[in-house]
């Protein structure tokens, strides 16, 4: 079957639905699963959006058509679906385009949590099928679809994580784009009371009618913090339409950088359990290892993506992990990312300090100088990485290359790496000053750019 490349992506398939995918997509992506793997059940589940039930429809077809049977979960966050093939030990399938535009659809596939397949485990192999159409045989007995309303054990599964009784009472305004994380915390807060949710956007709707998805957006989460302080709250929370990222606003209206996130909380897990590893990603500022290294922990970077942070945490045996987009990841939940479980981490670490998140904002922030992720399009990516060879590298203190080129100066350093899921470039940059920090930043850039 003729079908078009360029949705078979490093981590999932996906495209714009009507142009790129197809309800057929959806057919031969289900017979294809079902020839890699040889599953007897699988698990599928959706997310909100205008195609979804289609592709849903679509997939099932090709799945049961040879003989495969489904727990069909319905439409659910990521993390509630990667708690279901969790607990059945189960592969599944999960339609949804995470924070991409409306027109956008596709699969995310689990081999067997934590791992899912990936484009040189697994989604390859499914191209190669669906090209060739070399699928399973039609079975005699069509698969059988049974439901599972999975919320409740899911529900469950979060509060088992703290104490909720030891939270204080909080104010907090939580923006979920009407993804799928709003009914999930609808439920959940009718167990912690003494939370003061304000809910914006929580009902499902995969026309995104109040802004676009992707909350590292500046422009997609300008509304909660300007509500935030006007409102007096505590804290705001923002969740991406599938659910399985976390974003934070200070109760001044400042984002939370994923960096400073995931050394605020590696602390808070190394209290819980000394001594124990902590994956963090290549990209992070240096108050992640400081951090880590500070409260007793091991400190070990990785390069960027789930597969390699799930596959590093189980052979380290770690606790957490943490990337500067906003995934966080937990032994106590499979070695997952989720939405929902980092706000209560954060909630619990709160509540056990004397500080408040801007109070511990304020002194990174004294230490660290960071840029931010910054994309530039439509450069060569292997010509800005000879370019940045040839004029840093012989600077440079310490050069890393597991994910694009990493270069550490001494009082500034900075990645340079090609995007796994978009034709862009990423820059990060770190200084020991906001005016260095700064000065390096335009610096780089302007090599990126020339190319």
């Known amino acids: 079957m003729t079908v078009h490349p360029g949705i078979f992506k490093s981590y999932d398939i996906r495209g714009v639905y009507g142009k790129e995918i197809f309800d057929e997509t959806g057919v031969a992506v289900g017979k294809a699963f079902a020839k890699v793997l040889q599953p007897k059940t699988v698990i599928?589940?959706?997310?909100?959006?205008?195609?979804?039930?289609?592709?849903?429809?679509?997939?099932?077809q090709g799945l049961t058509s040879v003989g495969v049977n489904i727990i069909d979960v319905g439409m659910v966050s990521t993390d509630m679906y990667y708690f279901a093939c969790a607990t059945k030990k189960l592969p599944g399938i999960m339609i949804t385009a995470s924070h991409n535009p409306k027109e956008y659809n596709g699969f995310k596939m689990v081999r067997q949590i934590p791992y899912l397949l990936s484009g040189d485990e697994g989604i390859q192999d499914i191209k190669k099928l669906i090209e060739d159409d070399t699928f399973p045989p039609i079975a005699k007995t069509p698969g059988k679809v049974e439901t599972w309303q999975v919320m409740p054990e899911f529900i469950q599964k979060m509060l088992s994580l703290v104490d909720t009784a030891k939270l204080k009472p909080m104010k907090i305004l939580c923006d979920t784009a009407n993804g799928m994380v709003g009914p999930t915390l609808t439920e959940l807060l009718k167990h912690i009371p003494q939370i003061k949710m304000v809910p914006m956007y929580f009902d499902p709707d995969g026309t995104f009618p109040n802004h676009a998805g992707d909350p590292l957006m500046a422009e997609n989460r300008k509304e909660l913090q300007e509500r935030v302080p006007k409102e007096h709250a505590d804290l705001g929370f923002a969740f991406d339409p599938d659910g399985d990222r976390f974003f934070c606003i200070d109760k001044t209206g400042r984002f939370v950088s994923g960096d400073f996130m995931t050394a605020l909380l590696a602390q808070y897990f190394l209290k819980k359990s000394p001594g124990s590893a902590i994956i963090y990603d290549i990209r992070s500022s240096h108050a992640v290892p400081d951090l880590i290294k500070k409260a007793g922990g091991k400190a070990l970077y990785e390069r960027v993506g789930h597969a390699y942070i799930k596959k590093r945490m189980k052979n380290e045996n770690a606790i957490f992990g943490g990337e500067v987009t906003g995934h966080y990841y937990f032994a106590d939940f499979f070695y997952c990312d989720s939405g929902v479980a980092p706000m209560l981490f954060l909630m619990d670490l709160l509540s056990g300090s004397t500080q408040t998140l801007d109070q511990m904002l304020d002194?990174?922030?004294?230490?660290?100088?960071?840029?931010g992720e910054i994309n530039t399009k439509g450069v060569d990516a292997k010509a800005v990485f000879e370019q940045i060879e040839k004029i840093y590298a012989p600077q440079a203190k310490e050069i890393i290359r597991i994910d694009g080129i990493t270069m550490k100066m001494g009082d500034w350093h900075f990645n340079v790496r090609a995007s796994n899921t978009e034709p862009l470039v990423r820059l990060n940059v770190e200084a020991t000053s906001a005016k260095l920090m700064e000065q390096k930043r335009d610096e780089v850039l302007a090599v990126i750019r020339k190319q």
């Open 363 to 371: 002194e990174l922030e004294k230490t660290y100088f960071i840029s």
């Open 44 to 60: 599928v589940g959706r997310d909100a959006r205008i195609s979804s039930p289609a592709l849903h429809d679509a997939l099932i």
